[in-house]
């Protein structure tokens, strides 16, 4: 694992920018895996701006998302989907028929799983996988556990998880729906290259054990080590 310490937020968010441009200029046709959370608010501003101002140009990306809430529909305000419209979606040029996410009102959550992974395999798998960890060592919504799962699946969240999102749903954590759909292990590590992304002083723990640490289905990053092109994006908080 490369890691790239910056000062700030801002940083990071710039050097993000710019390797996603650098990564278009070899790859108009990007196949990107997108995260989301408090970690790339500020990437994507940067990347809305840079679109603004015609200096990067979105029009030929795929986009798949690692994950949603179980039983809230695209247009649900507190859904992942939502989420990345009001961050990123509505300014960044990207046709909707091009951008792709786990329905969480599916009818049929291991058809939609299905589904999902077909789709990822149709556009010839993930070129760049952008992540953020949770402070209990969470990729996606593949939690600590005794097992991990390899593809897209439904999750249980642990009340850490739901705390941290409470946020989305007026600051209550008993809104947060309790299960999830995400992309797998297996799904994330099979991306061609993996960005990690985590800022501020509470995930300097977690940044350390997944660098440093034993591989364990109890730290889900920790499996980042096994892939050979991984590059960690911290602040002086997270990892200086
Ligand atoms: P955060 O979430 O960016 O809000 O810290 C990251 C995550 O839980 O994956």
Redesign the pocket.
């Given at each position: 694992m490369r890691i790239h310490v910056h000062r700030t937020e801002r940083g990071i968010a710039t050097a993000l920018a710019d390797r996603l441009a650098d990564a278009l200029r070899v790859t108009p046709g990007l196949v990107l895996g997108l995260?989301t959370?408090?970690?790339?608010v500020q990437w994507y501003r940067e990347i809305a701006r840079r679109v603004e101002h015609g200096q990067l140009d979105l029009s030929r990306i795929t986009t798949f998302n690692l994950d949603e809430f179980i039983g809230l529909a695209p247009d649900h305000p507190g859904s992942y989907r939502q989420f990345m419209e009001r961050h990123l979606f509505a300014h960044a040029g990207i046709p909707p028929e091009r951008i792709n996410f786990l329905r969480g009102d599916a009818p049929d959550v291991e058809a939609e799983c299905a589904r999902y992974e077909c789709s990822i395999a149709e556009a010839g798998g993930i070129d760049l996988m952008v992540l953020?960890?949770?402070r209990n060592g969470?990729?996606g919504f593949n939690e600590p556990g005794a097992e991990l799962y390899a593809r897209s699946h439904r999750a249980t969240l642990t009340h850490d998880?739901r705390r941290?999102n409470a946020e989305l749903f007026g600051g209550s954590v008993d809104a947060v729906p309790r299960e999830a759909l995400s992309m797998g292990m297996a799904t994330i590590l099979q991306s061609r290259a993996i960005v990690l992304v985590a800022t501020g002083r509470s995930k300097a723990a977690v940044v350390q054990a997944m660098r440093r640490g034993r591989i364990t289905t109890q730290l889900p990053a920790s499996f980042l080590q096994l892939h050979a092109d991984v590059d960690v994006y911290v602040d002086d908080g997270a990892g200086g």
């Open positions: 995260p959370g408090r970690t790339p953020g960890i949770g969470h990729i998880t941290s």
